[in-house]
């Protein structure tokens, strides 16, 4: 619904120095449907660096992005929220959701950031948020909107490979990263200039899912979201326990435990050669010609950096 009220109280704001308050810019809790993949590079060489002086990122990256944990939730549709009230600069909403580099994806010149909406705000701050959902933007040019207002829906177009909005915040025209803006990169500040309106502590690593199967997952699937089971069959051809991580640095270790009726089934731990955006891992054993023992089984995936725990996910499944 366009708002005539709001709109002309907007542009008759003064354009002062005044910070903006953003608000989370999907449909989701942070950490658990949804987590941050990518920060703003800080670096103004070729290496990369986040505000935390962390390695989650690459170079010249200008937003920050905040995913979802597979296809599947991305296909149940999850809004893309306003994250502070202003007036709809442009849309586009006619890209596929086709992952970049598919032999199927669109030419994407000029149009890296897929189907999105761009947001002006008082003071000369912008929020553009890229890859949404085909079909799905509920906005037009001119419209005035309020924070929390859905514009979309997250999807996967443009130049992506995951499903995720892409933030990017402008002020005058240049980009600020909205966990420091104070534009210079201050490696352990122990105040970083946030412009959230709540607090979003740093993760730089941590667990996407973790899931049960009778063999070992292939990616795709976990990535589409259909790698694990709710039961099994005692006698399954295996037992697998899968994690799915982040962002783990070298040194970090994966820990995968099952836990059945009579006590420990598997627990395995690998650690990390060098730092990666996304991996899985997986350990499993093959079915005792007895079968396995009927009843319920717990899996947890635990990320562990210098034996501090940094995430643990837990799963159920059911033996029959």
Known sequence: MIREGLLTLLLASPAGAQDIAL????????????????????????????????????????GTDFALSSLSAMQSGVNVLASATGVVVATRNTMPDIAFGSPDAPDITNQECGNGVVLRHPGGWETQYCHMKQGTIRVKAGQSVLQGDPLGQVGLSGKTQFPHVHLSLRKDDREVDPF?????????????????????????????????????PDYKDIKAGTATKNSLPAKATALVIWGYAFGPNKGDVLELMIHGPKGEVIRHSETFEKHQAQLFRAAGKRTPPSGWPVGDYRGTATLLRNGEV????????KVK
């Open 23 to 62: 608000a989370l810019p999907l449909d989701c809790i942070l950490g658990q449907s949804c987590y941050i993949q990518n920060f703003v590079d800080r670096d103004p060489g070729p290496q990369f660096s986040d505000y935390a002086c962390g390695a989650l990122g690459y170079d010249g990256h200008k």
């Open 180 to 216: 420091d803006a104070d534009q210079t990169l201050t490696c352990n500040d122990p105040a970083p200039h946030s412009l959230w309106q709540s607090d979003i502590s740093y993760t730089g690593s941590g667990l996407i899912a973790v899931g049960f199967m009778d063999g070992l």
């Open 310 to 317: 940094l995430a643990r996910k837990t799963i159920t499944l």
